[in-house]
């Protein structure tokens, strides 16, 4: 994996709670690799931003989403709402919640990777046909470098998965990766002292 410059990696909507419930699109093995990721960005010195889609129990922060295939998701107070088990925030890391598809609508995150430097994202979570591919988007539109981790998102359907990755490869064509390729970058970082 070729990266140089600045990277952080912002770990969207990787909700599901204990993935027991309808609302984790998570498989068990996904969720290890996810804490592993984490855990040597951490001992590396790689930012890790927090992303969480959240609406109120009356919907009225919901917006258009509800005109499309979606029904009411994300509810504040919901278990399947809650970051997935294992995962989350740890001291000064940057927790963001949103009320739209992609992380950059309306929330702080440009300012925040802004503030860190960061020129490449590694994004890992889902959906890859929705949050994903609308984040990816927006970090392109910004001239943020992209890297998806392709078996650490999940998406909607395998087909809608298997198409939004083709879109974010038309966006940059060394988009694509996999978790094996960003463990093997961070292994050759210099640990954080």
Known sequence: MNISGKTALVVVD????????????????????????VAECRAQ???????????????????RELDGSEGPHCIEGNPGT?????????????????????????????IVLKSYG????????????????????????RDFHIRVATDLTAGSSVQAHDDA????NYLQRDALVTSDEVMSWLGELAPVA
């Open 45 to 63: 010195g790689v930012p890790v931003v927090w992303i969480q889609e959240v609406h109120k129990s009356h919907l009225t922060d919901i917006g």
């Open 82 to 110: 809650e970051i997935a088990t294992g995962l989350g925030p740890v001291g000064e890391e940057f927790h963001i919640r949103k009320r739209r598809y992609s992380s950059f609508f309306a929330t702080e995150l440009d």
């Open 165 to 168: 990755l083709k879109m974010i």
């Open 14 to 37: 990787f909700q599901g709670g204990d993935l027991s419930g309808p609302a984790a699109a998570y498989g068990r093995g996904q969720l290890v690799k996810a804490q592993t990721m």
């Open 118 to 141: 960061v020129e490449n994202l590694i994004l890992i979570g889902g959906f890859t046909d929705i949050c994903i591919l609308y984040t990816s988007v927006d970090a392109h539109q």
